[in-house]
C-alpha cells in the first residue's frame, strides 16, 4: 500500500515562510502528478499546487509568487516552499500523489498542521 508522509508544517508569523516536505514509500518518480491540497475549518479541501514528472508546475493564483513546489532527488521529496503567509493560509495542508495507469488513482498524506498568526 502506497503511504505518502508529510512533514514541516507549524506555527509562524505573518510574512513569515515555512517548508513543508513530501516522500512516499517508493519513489516519487513513480507518480505522474504531485502536490497539494489544503482545507481550512469549515470548508472544503482546496487544490494549491503540482508538479509533475516533467517538472512543469501548476499553481492557483492566490499562492503563485508566493509558494514553489521543488524535488530533492538524493532525499526523494518533494517540497512545497511557502513564502509571505498570510493568516488565511492557516489550514491542514495535504500531499497528494496521481497515477494514471493502468487507471487514476489518488493517494494521501495525513495532513500537517500549518497556522500563521501574530
Known amino acids: 500500500q502506497v503511504q505518502l508522509v508529510e512533514s514541516g508544517g507549524g506555527l509562524v508569523q505573518p510574512g513569515g515562510s515555512l517548508r513543508l516536505g513530501c516522500a512516499a514509500s517508493r519513489s516519487i518518480f513513480s507518480f505522474d502528478v504531485m502536490g497539494w491540497y489544503r482545507q481550512a475549518p469549515g470548508n472544503e479541501r482546496v487544490f494549491l499546487a503540482s508538479?509533475?514528472?516533467?517538472?512543469?508546475?501548476y499553481y492557483i493564483d492566490s499562492v503563485k509568487g508566493r509558494f514553489t513546489i521543488s524535488t530533492d532527488n538524493a532525499k526523494d521529496t518533494r517540497y512545497l516552499q511557502m513564502d509571505s503567509l498570510k493568516p488565511e493560509d492557516t489550514a491542514v495542508y495535504y500531499c497528494?500523489?496521481?497515477?494514471?495507469?493502468?487507471?487514476?488513482?489518488?493517494?494521501w498524506g495525513q495532513g500537517t498542521q500549518v497556522s500563521v498568526s501574530s
Open positions: 508538479i509533475a514528472n516533467d517538472s512543469t508546475t
Open positions: 497528494y500523489a496521481q497515477t494514471h495507469q493502468p487507471r487514476l488513482r489518488h493517494y
